[in-house]
Nanobody, 128 residues
Framework: ERQLMESGGGSVQAGGSLRLSCVASGDTLSNYCLGWFRQIPGKEREGVAVIDGDGNTKYAGSVKGRFTISQDNAKNTLYLQMNSLEPEDTAMYYC??????????????????????WGKGTMVTISS
């Protein structure tokens, strides 16, 4: 059984940076489409960034140019580098993996479609 575990969340001031990590166990990440999602209590989950088996990426408009998704297959780890953080980025961040690295278009994956496994989340709090 594949498990995903996020880390790297915390509290920073606006304008600061954080790097989230997601370590996978039970399978190799290179076989999957991977993504980061976030959710504020009381609101719907939002796709942040996804990456497919060829390294193609797609970002939510609100984070494009500020966040970077990447993966290290040797370490079986997914990353999200977050720069120029804003209070609106405050949320619980989840990593997710979907079967078939290139099975569905990235815009679909960014909605959560076809993402089968989810971590428990790491909290990010940005103060103004």
């Amino acid at each position: 059984e594949r498990q995903l575990m996020e880390s790297g969340g915390g509290s920073v001031q606006a304008g600061g940076s954080l790097r989230l990590s997601c370590v996978a166990s039970g399978d190799t990440l290179s076989n999957y489409c991977l993504g980061w999602f976030r959710q504020i209590p009381g609101k719907e989950r939002e796709g942040v960034a996804v990456i497919d088996g060829d390294g193609n990426t797609k970002y939510a408009g609100s984070v494009k140019g500020r966040f970077t998704i990447s993966q290290d297959n040797a370490k079986n780890t997914l990353y999200l580098q977050m720069n120029s953080l804003e209070p609106e980025d405050t949320a619980m961040y989840y990593c997710a993996a979907g079967y078939g690295a290139n099975r569905y278009p990235l815009p679909a994956r960014l909605t959560g479609y076809g993402m089968n496994d989810w971590g428990k989340g790491t909290m990010v709090t940005i103060s103004s």
